[in-house]
């Protein structure tokens, strides 16, 4: 299968309520990245098999594969296991933002959020090099 390239980068949006999708789809493209929004894990998958992406910005829960359910397949997929990913939630509390991080978030972000931490967050990590084997997480709670 042939994939689709683009000299900008591309962030992977998977967010369920259409009204917060379609705010962080704007947000992101101020970034100056190239956004493909889906409302799910599953869906996300399939991007993942069709795109390259270069950060992948997630919600928590989601009806459809849920954030976790999205993290872990991109983890132990040896092909996208490289791939930074933001996770976004409402659960503020901090065994479930330490619970995101060690399974493999680079970042844990809390809804709602502060658009410029978001924005910081995100332009920050689509210039670090691709995560490594070991992997390792930062907190960016809002």
């Known amino acids: 299968m042939l994939l689709e390239t683009t ?5 992977l949006l998977a967010e369920d309520d259409p009204n917060v999708r379609d705010t962080l789809t704007d ?4 970034t100056g990245a ?5 409302p799910g894990g599953h869906e996300a ?3 993942l098999e069709t795109r390259l992406i270069d950060l992948i ?3 928590m829960i989601m009806p459809d594969g849920d954030g976790k359910w999205l993290m872990n397949f991109v983890r132990s997929t040896p092909r996208f296991s ?5 996770m976004l939630s409402a659960h503020v509390d901090a065994r479930e933002i330490a619970a ?3 399974a493999g978030a680079d970042a844990y972000l809390t809804k709602p959020f502060d658009v410029e931490k978001l924005l910081a967050t995100v332009s920050h990590w689509l210039q670090q090099p691709p995560r490594s084997a070991a992997g390792g997480g930062a907190l ?3």
């Not at 947000?27 to 101020?30: F, G, H, I, N, Q």
């Not at 190239?34 to 889906?38: E, G, R, S």
């Not at 490289?82 to 933001?86: A, E, G, M, N, S």
Request: proline share 3%; aromatic share 0%.
């Open 7 to 11: 000299t900008r980068p591309t962030i």
């Open 27 to 30: 947000l992101l493209a101020l």
């Open 34 to 38: 190239l956004v493909q929004a889906v």
């Open 45 to 47: 998958r399939q991007v």
């Open 57 to 59: 910005v997630t919600d």
């Open 82 to 86: 490289h791939l930074r990913i933001i």
């Open 100 to 102: 995101g991080l060690s």
């Open 140 to 142: 960016g709670g809002s």
